[in-house]
């Protein structure tokens, strides 16, 4: 619902401190600032959901990396759907719902370059947020593009009860897996990978994984889409037959870290299997989608595709719902409702 009168200002979280290891209460402020003044090609929106993503965690510290780092006393970003409450453009009206890069804030003053008009008919606000937003293409890149994935692969699922896991293994079935097996860290969520229609699944804390995967996958396998890192890539190494592939992901295991992890002890591996392990940033590959958000609507609409998201209420729970994000409190997308 639209305010009575135009704001002038909003809440909104900044970044109070950076985060020496797992990120704190103290490193967040909730604050509120004037909104600038509506200039021509702009619009106000009111933001009605927003997005909590692991790789903030390393926009917060001070380091070169792909994206720029967040900087001390200045809100935080990350993906929000809202509604356009006024404008100056002559492309978005008021009324419409646009995706955008400005969360951590209840308004936001947008330019029009930088916003998507959305249908929320057809799907959700929150669904642009996850499975037909950035972690929904980033399954769909990784396994099609730089995984390379064929009909009748193997694939084994890092972080499988997650946003971007749980899609990644529902994509590959609808694509023609021989069989998809997933790793997560619960029974609860072990059992709903398995309604998800995966094969197999396994909880990583009741066990070695490189013996836990092995059970899972005891003839091997041809795709590891790594959410992980650590000893889930050492497993997937060991496990991948030859010509084996790796989308490298995230490693959500090292993010907290407070010193450069080891690598996998068996890296020479990939030597004698001819691997291919690829890295690979979501940004550079928007060009796939609108491949993907076609083909994802489809399987959205006939239940190909389903999409779990866990819900936190109010921009003052936002950095909790981060904090939590990353300690696995979420099966599939973290949303937080503004």
Known sequence: M????????????????????????????????????????????????????????????????YIPPFQIDEPLEGAAVGTVIASESDSITVGDHVLHSLGWREFAVVDDAAATVVDVDAAAAS????????????????????????????????????????????????????????SAGSAEKIARVKELGFDEAFNYKEGDVNELLQKAAPDGI?????????????????????YGRVAMCGAISQYNATKPEPGPTNLFMAVGKELNLRGFIVGNHYDLAPEFLEQAVQWLQDGTLQADETFRDGLENAPQAFIDLLGGANTGK?????
């Open 2 to 65: 639209a305010p009575t009168q135009t704001p002038t200002e909003t809440r909104q979280i900044v970044l109070a401190a950076r985060p020496h290891g797992t990120p704190t209460d103290e490193n967040f402020r909730l604050e509120t600032a004037v909104l600038p003044t509506l200039q021509s090609g702009q619009v106000l929106v009111q933001n009605e959901v927003m997005s909590v993503d692991p790789y903030m965690r390393g926009r917060m510290n001070d380091t070169k990396s």
């Open 127 to 182: 669904k642009y947020l996850g499975i037909l937003g950035m972690p929904g293409l980033t399954a769909y890149v990784g396994l099609t593009e730089i995984a390379k994935f064929k009909k009748g692969d193997v694939v084994f699922v890092s972080g499988a009860a997650g946003a971007v896991g749980s899609a990644v293994g529902q994509i590959a079935k609808a694509l023609g897996a021989s069989k998809v097996i997933g």
């Open 222 to 242: 041809d795709v590891y889409y790594d959410n992980v890192g650590g000893d889930h890539l050492q497993a997937a190494i060991g496990a991948l037959r030859k």
């Open 334 to 338: 973290m949303i937080v409702r503004l």
